[in-house]
Structures are given as structure tokens and as C-alpha cells.
């Protein structure tokens, strides 16, 4: 079942990051202000390893928002 606040945080997440499914994990420490060793260390962040970099999907993202 969705989460009362996932579209609003998918809506947020498309007005600032448009035409864009994933985000370079640099991307999302600026937006949270947090390093990505703490992201890491919270273990249902949803972060991929993808070629060597780290990469967040805007859908998961906001779902993780959404807690």
C-alpha cells in the first residue's frame, strides 16, 4: 500500500529533478545534508551501485521519504 505522502514527495522530486528516474548520490546528499556513508548506514535507503557510482531512484526515493 502507498503512503499518504509519496505522491507529494514524487511530485517534489520531478519539479526539482526533471525528465529524471534516478539520481547521482551526490545529488541526494545535498538535498538531505547528509554524507553518503550515513545514507548508507540506514538500511532501507534505497541506494544502487551501478558501474563504480552510487545512483538513488526518484520512485524509491520518495517512498523512503515517505515513512
Keep these: ?18 525528465n529524471k528516474a534516478v539520481l547521482p548520490v551526490k545529488e541526494v ?10 545514507l548508507q548506514s540506514c538500511e532501507d535507503f534505497p541506494l544502487t551501485k ?4 552510487y545512483y538513488v531512484s526518484v520512485a524509491n526515493l520518495a ?3 515517505s515513512v
Design 29 to 38: 546528499e545535498k538535498m538531505l545534508g547528509r554524507s553518503r556513508e550515513s
Design 1 to 18: 500500500m502507498e503512503k499518504a505522502t509519496y505522491r507529494d514527495n514524487l511530485e517534489l522530486l520531478a519539479r526539482l529533478y526533471p
Design 50 to 53: 551501478l558501474g563504480g557510482r
Design 63 to 65: 517512498r523512503w521519504l
